[in-house]
């Protein structure tokens, strides 16, 4: 089984910054890729970026890029997500990812980030 938590969230103004992190911990072997999605308020859920686990390879989805930077480490079983020049369509519940080798996703609880002024 894997376990997905994230952390991070919170209030943050209009072009600022905030980093969510996710520690995903249990069988990592048969994890292949990482990633984050987002749910707004009354809309579907939907991918922002991921990351493969193994060589690193990154992917973004246009509404974010540029503006956000998803790594990992290993080491410490974490995957991140820099989240810069934030706009009010940011506003979301940002969720963490793992997807194993045979396509089964686990999720975690996810984390609120508003942004407004």
């Known amino acids: 089984q894997v376990q997905v938590v994230e952390s991070g969230g919170g209030l943050v103004q209009p072009g600022g910054s905030l980093r969510l992190s996710c520690e995903v911990s249990?069988?990592?072997?048969?994890?292949?890729?990482m990633g984050w999605y987002r749910q707004a308020p009354g809309k579907q859920r939907e991918p922002v970026a991921n990351i493969t686990r193994m060589s690193g390879t990154t992917y973004y989805e246009d509404p974010v890029k540029g503006r956000f930077t998803i790594s990992k480490d290993n080491d410490k079983n974490m995957v991140y997500l820099q989240m810069d020049s934030l706009k009010p369509e940011d506003t979301a519940v940002y969720y963490c990812n793992a997807l194993s080798v045979d396509d089964v996703k686990f999720w975690g609880k996810g984390t609120l980030v508003t942004v407004s002024s």
């Open positions: 249990g069988r990592l072997l048969i994890i292949r890729l």
